[in-house]
């Protein structure tokens, strides 16, 4: 595989039983990449996960993190990386400094470079003030900013979250948000979550994964390059049923004071004839642009509005 990217996925598949769960992951993530995995209950979104984190060992495929094979040499591979599981892997009865310390042994951090690797990862995770305090006494929100620190004491080029912002208050949710972006600038980020605008916040690439496979990948680019909808206002507008009958469009929804949304046929482009139409009839245009399709519509539009309960748990 190429050795150019810091996490690189060939054809990676998982056995369940004789079933095969999760099938043909193909994934290529550079630096300063942000990848939100989004999916339904069950739909293989932890299984990924913990496969791209060396937790749970590949029925099929490659994966290699920093150019190398994970699978053939996890103890090399695994210093590139830091994991954050749905639920912590903190220590109740360790304070924080005692077990982030106790983190930085098992990355292999240097004796001498341990101290400032774990003043580091307090400072940024907003756990300077807590370092001899109990983790079992903390809050939930800041048991999880102790696991967030854990994976990154290291400094890894791969940071793996696994639904990071679970049980964080908005403040602390905003905090997470600007790690993962300063993070980002020298790492490759992968977070999951099922809040589709967290995703939207931060990933600068999304893939959709539905019943253990991905059926959707994009750049937040072609995501917004792909936009299917055109956002018009008009001081003095015709009604709907008028914008409707124009050439070319397939759809109309009027948003309130004066703004439509309108969707083109497939494959055509309709902003020049669209404006000529309003300037020709004194529609007093001041608004026309396009529109990005939202993650919640095209997530809608990938998985249906299916029975949750009918997909398998993975």
């Given at each position: 595989?190429?050795s150019?990217?810091?996490l690189?996925?060939?054809?990676?598949?998982?056995d369940?039983?004789?079933?095969r769960?999760?099938?043909?992951?193909?994934?290529?993530?550079?630096?300063?990449?942000?990848?939100?995995?989004?999916?339904?209950?069950?739909?293989?979104?932890?299984t990924?996960l913990?496969?791209?984190?060396?937790?749970?060992?590949?029925?099929?495929g490659?994966?290699?993190i920093?150019?190398?094979?994970?699978?053939?040499?996890p103890?090399?591979?695994?210093?590139?990386?830091?994991?954050l599981?749905?639920?912590?892997?903190?220590?109740?009865?360790?304070?924080?400094?005692?077990?982030?310390?106790?983190?930085?042994?098992?990355?292999?951090?240097?004796?001498?470079?341990?101290?400032?690797?774990?003043?580091?990862a307090?400072?940024?995770?907003?756990?300077t003030?807590?370092g001899?305090?109990?983790?079992?006494?903390l809050?939930?929100?800041y048991?999880q900013?102790?696991g967030?620190?854990?994976?990154?004491?290291?400094?890894?080029?791969?940071?793996?979250?696994?639904?990071?912002?679970?049980?964080?208050?908005?403040?602390?949710?905003?905090?997470?948000?600007?790690?993962?972006?300063?993070?980002?600038?020298?790492?490759?980020v992968?977070?999951?979550?099922?809040?589709l605008?967290?995703?939207?916040?931060?990933?600068?690439?999304?893939?959709?994964?539905?019943?253990?496979?991905l059926?959707?990948?994009?750049?937040?680019?072609?995501l917004?390059?792909h936009?299917?909808?055109?956002?018009?206002?008009?001081?003095?507008?015709?009604?709907?049923a008028?914008?409707?009958?124009?050439?070319?469009?397939?759809?109309v929804?009027?948003?309130?004071?004066?703004q439509w949304?309108?969707?083109?046929?497939?494959?055509?482009?309709?902003?020049?004839?669209?404006?000529?139409?309003a300037?020709?009839?004194?529609?007093?245009?001041h608004?026309?642009?396009?529109?990005?399709?939202?993650?919640?519509?095209?997530?809608m539009?990938?998985?249906?509005?299916?029975?949750?309960?009918?997909?398998?748990?993975?």
């Amino acid at each position: 595989m190429e050795s150019d990217w810091l996490l690189a996925a060939q054809g990676l598949a998982r056995d369940y039983g004789g079933r095969r769960v999760v099938a043909d992951v193909d994934l290529r993530l550079g630096a300063g990449h942000v990848l939100g995995v989004l999916g339904p209950n069950g739909a293989g979104k932890t299984t990924i996960l913990r496969m791209l984190a060396g937790t749970l060992a590949p029925s099929a495929g490659r994966l290699a993190i920093a150019g190398i094979d994970l699978v053939e040499r996890p103890r090399a591979a695994k210093r590139h990386l830091g994991y954050l599981p749905e639920r912590p892997p903190v220590y109740p009865e360790l304070t924080v400094d005692e077990y982030l310390a106790f983190a930085a042994r098992l990355r292999g951090t240097s004796r001498a470079r341990r101290a400032a690797a774990i003043n580091a990862a307090k400072a940024d995770c907003g756990l300077t003030e807590v370092g001899r305090r109990l983790i079992g006494a903390l809050s939930k929100g800041y048991a999880q900013r102790v696991g967030l620190a854990q994976a990154i004491v290291h400094r890894p080029d791969v940071l793996i979250l696994d639904e990071p912002t679970a049980g964080l208050d908005p403040s602390q949710l905003i905090g997470v948000r600007e790690l993962i972006g300063r993070l980002a600038r020298e790492h490759s980020v992968i977070i999951s979550s099922h809040i589709l605008g967290e995703i939207q916040a931060v990933a600068s690439h999304v893939v959709i994964v539905d019943r253990g496979r991905l059926v959707f990948q994009a750049s937040r680019e072609e995501l917004t390059r792909h936009a299917n909808w055109l956002e018009i206002g008009l001081a003095h507008g015709p009604d709907t049923a008028t914008l409707s009958a124009l050439p070319d469009v397939a759809e109309v929804r009027e948003t309130g004071r004066g703004q439509w949304l309108i969707r083109p046929q497939a494959g055509r482009d309709i902003r020049t004839a669209l404006a000529g139409h309003a300037v020709a009839h004194g529609w007093g245009l001041h608004t026309l642009a396009a529109r990005p399709t939202s993650l919640e519509e095209r997530f809608m539009r990938v998985i249906g509005a299916g029975d949750d309960a009918k997909r398998p748990r993975t």
